[in-house]
C-alpha cells in the first residue's frame, strides 16, 4: 500500500524557515518524480514545486521560487520541502503527492498533508 | 505559468447528470486528469488521461477532452459526489516539471 506521510507542519514568524518532510512507503521511490501541493484555507491546489527521480530536474511556482527548495533522499525514501522568508500568504496545508510513469502526467497519491502557518 | 479555469459551483439532483468543465491553453497539449476532494481530506485522483479511472473510481465518472477543454461527467450523481472537483494538467509555459490546477468547482448533490 502506497502511503506518503507528510510532517514539519507548525505556526512560524513570518521571515523565519520550516522544513517539511515527506515519507514514502509502498513503491520504488526512486522511480518517480515527486511533488508538493499547497492549499491555503478554503482556497484551491497550488502546485508549489516538484523534483525528478534523481534530483536532476526541479521546479517552483513563481510564487516561491528563490525562497522555497526541494530536495530528496532516495536512500530515505524522504521528499523535503525548505521553506525561507516565509510569509503569510504561504500559510496553507502542504501535501506530498506522486507523479507517475513518464508521459503521463498525473499525481496518483497524495499524503493527507502538513499545516504551516506563518503569523506573528 | 499556465492557467486552468474552472466554474465555481454547480448542483445535480440526486441520480441525475453534472458536467464539470476546464478550459485552458495548456489543455492543447496535456490531457487533464481529475481529482475529487471533500472536507478535511486530502485529494483524490478519479480520472486521468483520455478517460481512465483508477481502481475503486466508480464507472459513474467519466472524461472528455476536446481542444482546449476538459469535462468531467458524473452520470447518476449520488450523494458521497459531493464534493470540491480540480483539474489538472502539466504546464505548457515551459516551467520545468510544472502543473497547474484548475480553479475548481464545488458540486453539490440536491
Known amino acids: 500500500e502506497v502511503q506518503l506521510v507528510e510532517s514539519g507542519g507548525g505556526l512560524v514568524q513570518p521571515g523565519r524557515s520550516l522544513r517539511l518532510s515527506c515519507a514514502a512507503s509502498g513503491f520504488t521511490f526512486d522511480d518517480y518524480a515527486m511533488h508538493w501541493v499547497r492549499q491555503a484555507p478554503g482556497k484551491g491546489l497550488e502546485w508549489v514545486s516538484g523534483?525528478?527521480?534523481?534530483?536532476?530536474?526541479?521546479g517552483y511556482a513563481d510564487s516561491v521560487k528563490g525562497r522555497f527548495t526541494i530536495s530528496r533522499d532516495n536512500a530515505k525514501n524522504s521528499l523535503y520541502l525548505q521553506m525561507n522568508s516565509l510569509r503569510a500568504e504561504d500559510t496553507a496545508f502542504y501535501y506530498c503527492a506522486k507523479d507517475t510513469a513518464a508521459g503521463t502526467y498525473y499525481f496518483d497519491y497524495w499524503g493527507q498533508g502538513t499545516l504551516v502557518t506563518v503569523s506573528s | 505559468s499556465s492557467e486552468l479555469t474552472q466554474d465555481p459551483a454547480v448542483s445535480v439532483a440526486l441520480g441525475q447528470t453534472v458536467r464539470i468543465t476546464c478550459q485552458g491553453d495548456?489543455?492543447?497539449?496535456?490531457?487533464a486528469s481529475w481529482y475529487q476532494q471533500k472536507p478535511g481530506q486530502a485529494p483524490v485522483l478519479v480520472i486521468y488521461g483520455k478517460n481512465n479511472r483508477p481502481s475503486g473510481i466508480p464507472d459513474r465518472f467519466s472524461g472528455s477532452n476536446s481542444g482546449n477543454t476538459a469535462s468531467l461527467t458524473i452520470t447518476g450523481a449520488q450523494a458521497e459526489d459531493e464534493a470540491d472537483y480540480y483539474c489538472?494538467?502539466?504546464?505548457?509555459?515551459?516551467?520545468?516539471?510544472?502543473?497547474?490546477f484548475g480553479t475548481g468547482t464545488k458540486v453539490t448533490v440536491l
Open positions: 495548456s489543455l492543447r497539449s496535456y490531457y
Open positions: 523534483i525528478s527521480w534523481n534530483s536532476g530536474s526541479i
Open positions: 489538472n494538467s502539466r504546464d505548457s509555459s515551459g516551467n520545468h516539471l510544472g502543473y497547474v
